[in-house]
């Protein structure tokens, strides 16, 4: 992806947040004009495509999956009762939620997001659950509403690509995070340039595609946060894996930039990772 200007950013920013207003209101789609396996009924089958269980996407309100998220990194966290966890980009909850379950009653989970119809239907959610010990709260991953040094584990499913300065992001996350603290991240990386249609469509950007990164450029960014020992758990063609569960719709949308599903297959990869904070 091209760096975007800083003038740019913000308009860019904006453009994400209504979108996914939009999804939020109509669970209807995270990419774009036509679903991409995103809201709806195809968000089960999206979720798992990524590598959730059905057991597990049953034990939360269909309200809080709208299959947005490119893996399913809390099945990695090891979360241990008590612990306290953040989730970045919480979205309608579902990973959240699936946090809070593991830390317990003793635990606690933020999840922070951008976009308020994003956080009402999480809360809603929350309350139809009778869930008290997660608390949703809105805020930019580039400034996170947390204290420093106050997080066990932080992990994110799909949302750090859709921010311009992901470096900042990372610094955010080294900060919050306790010494010893460890995050699992689901996420969009690039093994090679996308076409420029599609690096310039805002669609796109929103369905994760041209706002993902260069990978060594990514895990560089990482590392200079002071993240260490980054282990990779699963690294997958997402363009392939989306083409496989929704293939009309994902024609669609990487058409309408005057791209061919070609183009993207084997350079978008959705990569789960491990990594630490030095004690």
């Known amino acids: 992806m091209k760096p975007v200007a800083a003038k740019n950013q913000e308009e860019l920013v904006s453009k994400v947040r209504e979108k996914y207003g939009e999804i ?19 968000a089960d089958t999206m979720s798992i495509a990524v ?49 809070a379950k593991q830390v317990g009653e003793s635990g606690h989970v933020i999840g922070v997001d951008m976009t308020p119809e994003m956080l009402t239907r999480a809360r809603e959610n929350a309350k139809k659950m009778g869930v008290d010990n997660v608390d949703f709260r809105e805020g930019r991953l580039e400034s996170l509403p947390v204290e420093d040094g106050s997080i066990d584990a932080v992990t994110s499913n799909c949302v750090i690509n859709l921010v311009p300065d992901k470096a900042v992001v990372f610094r955010e996350i080294a900060r919050v995070l306790k010494p010893g603290g460890r995050l699992v991240i689901s996420d969009v990386i690039l093994d090679g340039r996308l076409p420029e249609a599609i690096e310039q469509d805002i669609y796109a950007y929103v369905g994760c595609v041209s706002g993902a990164m260069q990978r060594n450029d990514y895990f560089g960014a990482v590392e200079a946060a002071g993240l260490g020992s980054v282990e990779i758990l699963k690294d997958v063609d997402y363009g392939a894996g989306v083409m496989e569960a929704v293939p009309d719709e994902a024609k669609r949308l990487f058409e309408s930039s005057g791209a061919s599903v070609g183009d993207v297959i084997g350079k978008v990869r959705s990569v789960t990772f491990r990594a630490v904070k030095p004690s």
């Open 24 to 42: 939020a209101k109509s669970s209807s789609s995270c990419c774009g004009p036509d679903p991409l396996g995103c809201g709806t009924g195809a």
């Open 51 to 99: 590598g959730y269980d059905a057991e597990t996407l049953g034990s939360v309100p269909d309200e809080a999956n709208l299959g947005l998220g490119c893996g399913a990194p809390i099945g990695y966290l090891e979360l241990q009762p008590g612990e306290t966890a953040l989730d970045l980009g919480s979205g309608p909850g579902l990973d959240a939620f699936l946090a």
